[in-house]
């Protein structure tokens, strides 16, 4: 332990920036940390997943707040915001600020996040951003861009939800470009407010990178049904304006390399989201589809420099003789991972720092689950789902090959808007699809997380989500279905006492002690005597 | 004849009964003894707005207990040889007094310990509490309580400032139109309780929460409700989750949280990263069924202001016994904050005790940092209090002690406690790690266990004082609603068979202890009612002869006035007069790879028995049903490992082995497994359960316990 405090600098105060902070709070208390907070957007921290749920109007801002920015203030956090950074000077350890002032730091934690991408489209001016040619100017570093047209957005930030829920309260008519989650969720939650909502993208079915086919198009049929107009195979190629009363451009329908039309009031482009690695690059840090770190979350170069979050790429660092290819993967996109490594980012520094033993390994991501929020729609998936039953067999594997073979499991119901695959590997699964089944989503989801072996007879998980799973199933006169709980005394127990001559209430009770606790079964033992009485008669005549 | 109005030994619904019997000299009378006593005496239902008259298996066939051909009648000393010999009770209790001084003359006060428990009237608790520390002047005292209520009392005190298990009338829940219950089989449990949801279940309101189809869950069937399956030990995000949606959905009681409460932006901040997807994911429950409860939550807590009908959350053990059981505990509050049940006269939350004396023997000093009233042992106001009527010294009271499970480690450790004393408690089957306690004891220099029976840990006693049973005894009980209600004496005890009042007053006489200690439970009571003056849980308007009148009598009861059904409709407990929210983050999240046999083991009570099993194994009727563990297990999961209905099973991790017979059902989650916690020898489910406590409460992790569970082959060595 150092005799000086450690200099932390955690720059970008998103959910996962926010995370790490309370976190780390501990130690900032104790004194043996300084943390310095800089944050672009002035408002405190929000819980961006939330953010399509504020845009249809199912959150209130309040509800979007996620931390308590007093509580690190008092704990002795210094927070910067409606600051940027606009450069990282690695050999003095500084960062520069938009103020001009200078920040020095120990250990630097980038989260700077991700901002939504802006597809190329007649009539969108879009900022170039050539990963060869990194940006010079400092002051365009943490801005979304040129601005979009009237009546053209994004989702990514309040502004953004905002626009996007003026038009979904007075019922105007939405175009999504793109089927991704986001897309998918805000066209259905339109259309569930009674707003017109269309979603256009480019191939077959709607979230693509997440379903197989099979899933993907039982999910378009319920979006169908839903209200939702689908337009698959479609490329967007410009856009077509109509000038407002004060003489302004406002979107007016979007054209498809088909030559199709589609019009509305709103066209919220939904392409996903890239990491804001600007900062990183122009600092000279490796950086591929996020700020590339290692198991560790350190930077492959700069061992006081860590990235979390969307816009952190974590892939072991290359060693000489390695392949110069971009690594594989890149950041997930979603929350979970994110704040599972402000955790353990923070869990690190407080050891580090305190000179205890180092905290155990960053779990492996493992693939994030994707799940659709909408009101009677479930979707969730993950994994590769790609595998078809008749695809792959123990038979076809090689004796002896290393990995395990994939068997899938399906279910499919497109009429009833129900569709299940499960790939599995030895029993434990490797990625599933489920739709419109949400117990079973549920369950698959448990146990994907913790990678557990599924039953052997898979339709066990099916049955979740059938009318037959409740308790009602069985007959309420079997002779095993107990009748009073109080005293444990059975339909069975009743009828033998009542053909031992205890053929009313009473007796019953003073037999069997049935109807002697809390007295609430006893209508349902003079139900189970009428039938004895009944039988009876019938067999005597 | 006589009849004898009193309540039932076990749980802490406290069904009111009659016990009738031929004078209490019957046994002199009788040449055959004990087999006439108890023909002579009978059970009968009392009706009382607990029970109305209704008693379940447990407590028609209680009275059998009290001729139990098991019963000690005499003190027991354990000889060099191991065996145990009859002794007179002044040569028992001079030899167990000369232990005691010599213990704290060699190794100080503390090396002297108590274990105290939950079924043990309140003036035994109160006075267990007051010799510990005047007698022996130890802090070493705790009970067995602590593995039971000592999460949600730390919860709601921290929320409301008290502590009383359910803060309005049981009966009250009649009229409810929405019920949930979180973690409590009470339709075996505590059956005679059901009827109270017979209004929510009419309303198709009676929501339950549990990883089984327990009869509980069962009652929800048939459009009275809805059964929610999570898997074991999320709990805690389930309850965050919901809190979410319902602020999430605007359904908050926007006028209560800013009359009644402080805190709630944290708990705001905090519960938005439970949006409904994300707790699906660790709980199993599905986004539609999370969304549906939230909201008939909200609409029955507004439809209770408006009609008086209103919403009922209720906890048991499932929420409660977990390393993190108080900030479970406190989701379950804060939910029902939000929704605006607590305090008012239409909805509630209430945690539902489960011993005898549960409320009262977590009031009146058996806990190792409490004095009686429910006050803090380290206020210096409540020690010159207490100390003023005992007659003692406020700085000759010790401090703080352990808690239960850290008092159970202590034994025989180094510097730790050397001699013991176990009333009201058979921690050998209820402590969690069971064997790992069961060797501790074994290290003790001397152990003393005052008991009815020769429960698992009398038989590894130096001695056993035998003790009267209920029938045999005065004094008072605080029921699950905080009512104060008497035991009254039906029957002479044995003639060797002492109460422990008359053991305190022995011990401490022999003891040269400063104050006194009455054996007249009348006389005591008296005394615990004007300690507890001016403290939480207040008794100074009590006393025999207003409780023998049969006045409710709810407590707070200050003298000058009526008591207290319904607490907080007024002002929280708390100086500012609010309840509190506490923003509780879930950390223990997760759990092991189900592969290969590994399993969560979850573990509860049967219709039959009762806690360790030592009274009602004891009782033909209800061994001949319940005879032995079995191990629910799913279907699916049985014959993935091989294992068929009744097939011997072994259940183990690094804790120990249970080995038991199977009981396939499709009741239970397939990744969980349940042993009822009543069994001795190898079938004990606390072998397997594990000490790690939560760290405000003390509570072990009972709920959520990781195991191995395969076939046991060699069957026959079993049978």
């Known amino acids: 332990m150092s005799e000086k405090p450690e200099r932390i600098v955690l720059v970008g105060y998103g959910p996962v920036g926010a995370r790490f902070v309370e976190e780390l709070l501990p130690l900032v208390r104790q004194g043996a940390a300084t943390l310095t907070v800089v944050g672009a957007e002035s408002a405190d921290a929000y819980n961006r997943v939330l953010i399509a749920e504020y845009a249809v109007g199912n959150a209130d801002r309040e509800s979007l707040d996620i931390t308590d920015t007093l509580a690190a203030r008092e704990a002795g956090v210094h927070l910067r915001r409606g600051v940027g950074v606009t450069a990282i000077l690695r050999s003095r350890r500084v960062v520069s600020l938009s103020d001009g002032t200078l920040l020095p730091y120990d250990r630097l934690v980038l989260a700077t996040g991700a901002r939504a991408n802006i597809p190329t489209l007649d009539g969108v001016t879009r900022v170039r951003r050539d990963r060869q040619i990194p940006p010079t100017d400092a002051a365009t570093l943490d801005t979304s861009g040129a601005p979009l047209p009237r009546g053209v957005t994004v989702l990514r930030d309040l502004d953004d939800a905002e626009r996007v829920l003026a038009a979904v309260t007075a019922g105007k008519r939405i175009v999504v470009l793109g089927a991704g989650v986001l897309g998918m969720e805000i066209a259905l939650a339109a259309a569930a407010a009674g707003g017109e909502a269309c979603v256009v993208y480019h191939g077959e079915i709607p979230m693509a990178r997440n379903l197989d086919r099979g899933g993907g198009s039982v999910l378009a049929r319920s979006a169908r049904r839903a209200g939702v107009t689908m337009v698959n195979h479609s490329r967007a190629e410009s856009l077509l304006f109509h000038q407002d009363d004060d003489g302004v451009d406002r979107f007016d329908a979007l054209i498809c390399a088909d030559g199709k039309q589609i019009h509305g009031d709103l066209l919220l482009l939904s392409c996903g989201v890239g990491a804001r690695t600007e900062l990183a690059q122009l600092a000279g840090l490796p950086v591929s589809t996020g700020v590339l770190v290692d198991e560790n979350l350190q930077s492959w170069t700069d061992a006081r420099i860590y990235a979390i979050g969307d816009c952190a790429h974590v892939a072991a660092a290359p060693r000489a003789g390695d392949s110069t290819a971009p690594p594989a993967g890149g950041p997930s996109g979603l929350i979970g991972p994110g704040w599972r490594q402000a955790d353990w980012l923070a869990a690190r520094f407080i050891a580090s720092v305190l000179g205890r033993p180092d905290t155990a390994a960053l779990a492996a991501s493992a693939s994030a689950v994707v799940m659709l929020k909408a009101e009677g729609i479930d979707v969730v998936s993950v994994g590769n789902t790609s595998a078809d039953p008749g695809d792959l067999s123990v038979d076809d594997h090689a004796a002896g090959c290393a990995s395990a073979p994939l068997h899938v499991s399906q279910w499919a119901d497109p009429e009833h808007g129900r569709y299940v695959k499960m790939v599995t590997r030895d029993g434990i699964l490797d990625g599933f699809v489920c739709v419109g089944m949400p117990r079973t989503a549920a369950e698959l989801t448990l146990l994907f997380e913790r990678g557990s072996e599924l039953p052997a007879d898979r339709s066990v998980l099916l049955r979740y989500d059938g009318p037959d799973y409740e308790p009602e199933a069985g007959s309420a006169f079997a002779r095993d279905a107990t009748v009073c709980w109080c005293n444990g005394v059975t339909v069975g127990a009743i009828a033998d006492s009542a053909e031992a001559g205890n053929t009313t209430i009473a007796c019953i009770g003073a037999a069997t002690r049935a109807g002697t606790g809390c007295g609430g079964c006893k209508a349902r033992i003079g139900d189970v005597l009428e039938r004895f009485a009944a039988a009876t008669a019938e067999s005597a005549s | ?719």
């Open chain 2, 1 to 719: 004849m006589t009849a004898t109005a009193t309540h039932c030994p076990y749980c802490a619904l406290q069904c009111a009964m009659t016990l009738s019997s031929a004078a209490a000299t019957a046994r002199e009378a009788d040449a055959d003894g004990s087999a006439s006593l108890a023909a002579a005496v009978t059970v009968a239902g009392r009706d009382f707005p607990t029970n109305r008259g209704g008693l379940c298996k447990k407590g028609w066939t209680s009275a059998e207990l009290l001729v139990s051909p098991d019963r000690i009648l005499e003190p027991l000393l354990r000889q060099a040889d191991g065996t145990f010999e009859p002794a007179a009770w002044s040569d028992a209790l001079d030899l167990v007094a000369a232990k005691l001084r010599e213990t704290r003359a060699e190794f100080g006060a503390d090396a002297v310990g108590v274990f105290g428990g939950g079924g043990l009237t309140n003036e035994k608790a109160y006075q267990l509490g007051k010799f510990t520390r005047v007698a022996l002047r130890s802090s070493r005292i705790d009970y067995n309580g602590r593995f039971c209520m000592s999460s949600a009392a730390a919860a709601g005190n921290r929320a409301f400032g008290l502590d009383r298990g359910l803060p309005f009338r049981v009966d009250e829940l009649d009229a409810a139109d929405t019920i949930l219950i979180l973690g409590s089989n009470v339709a075996q449990t505590m059956p005679p309780f059901i009827g109270h949801l017979d209004g929510a279940r009419a309303a198709g309101g009676l929501v339950v929460v549990d990883p089984r189809r327990t009869a509980t869950a069962r009652l929800t069937a048939d459009g009275a409700g809805m059964h929610v399956q999570p898997t074991p030990g999320s709990d805690f995000v389930l309850l965050l989750g919901l809190t979410h949606i319902v602020i999430a959905e605007k359904l908050v009681d926007q006028d209560y949280l800013e009359a009644r409460t402080t805190g709630f932006d944290a708990v705001r901040r905090s519960v938005s990263q439970w949006w409904p997807t994300r707790v699906q994911e660790q709980t199993g429950v599905p986004v539609w069924q999370l969304r549906e409860l939230a909201r008939r939550l909200a609409a029955g807590a507004a439809r209770g202001a408006a009609t008086g009908s209103g919403t009922y959350i209720l906890t048991g053990r499932g929420v409660e016994q977990h390393a993190d059981g108080t900030d479970t505990a406190t989701a379950a509050i804060n939910l029902s904050l939000v929704l605006g049940l607590v305090g008012t006269s239409h909805s509630g939350y209430g945690t539902l005790t489960g011993q005898g004396n549960g409320q009262g023997g977590r009031e009146h000093g058996q806990k190792c940092d409490q004095l009686p009233g429910y006050r803090k042992i380290t206020d210096p106001a409540a020690r010159a209090h207490v100390a003023g009527v005992w007659g003692v010294d406020p700085d000759s009271l010790p401090g703080v002690g352990l808690p239960a499970v850290e008092l159970l480690s202590a034994l025989g450790e180094p510097g730790g406690i050397r001699c013991l004393l176990v009333h009201g408690s058979n921690v050998v089957v209820s402590a969690p790690n069971a064997d790992r306690v069961r060797a501790a004891l074994k290290t003790l220099d001397f152990l003393v266990v005052a008991d009815f029976f020769f429960s698992e840990t009398a038989v590894l006693a130096d001695v056993v004082l035998p003790v009267t049973q209920w029938a045999e005894e005065e004094g008072t009980m605080t029921s699950l609603e905080g009512r104060v209600i008497r035991r009254r004496q039906a029957v002479e005890a044995p003639g060797g068979v002492r109460s422990e009042l008359w053991i305190w007053q022995e011990l401490a006489r022999r003891l040269n202890s400063p104050g006194t200690f009455s054996a007249e439970a009348a006389a005591v009571f008296d005394e615990l009612c004007q300690a507890s003056a001016g403290g939480l849980a207040d008794y100074s308007g009590l006393s025999y002869a207003l409780l023998d009148s049969e006045e409710p009598a709810f407590w707070p009861y200050p003298v000058g006035s009526t008591g207290t059904p319904r607490l907080f409709l007024d002002r929280f407990a708390h100086p500012d007069g609010r309840a509190h929210f506490v923003a509780v983050t879930a950390r223990r999240l997760g759990a092991p790879a189900q592969v290969g046999g590994t399993l969560t083991l979850i573990t509860g009570r049967l219709l039959e028995h009762y806690q360790s099993g030592t009274q009602t194994r004891r009782v033909k009727e209800l061994a001949d049903a319940r005879p032995e563990a079995r191990l629910q297990l799913h279907p699916a999961t049985a014959e993935q490992l091989g294992i068929e209905d009744e097939a011997w099973v072994e259940v183990s991790n690094d804790r120990g082995t249970v080995r038991c017979r199977a009981q396939v059902s499709t009741d239970i989650r397939f990744d969980t497994v349940f042993l009822p916690f009543h069994f001795a020898g190898d079938q004990r489910a606390n072998l397997l359960t594990d000490d790690e406590t939560d760290p405000i409460s003390g509570m072990p992790e009972f709920k959520k316990t990781t195991v191995r569970v395969k076939a046991l082959v060699e069957a026959g060595a079993h049978v």
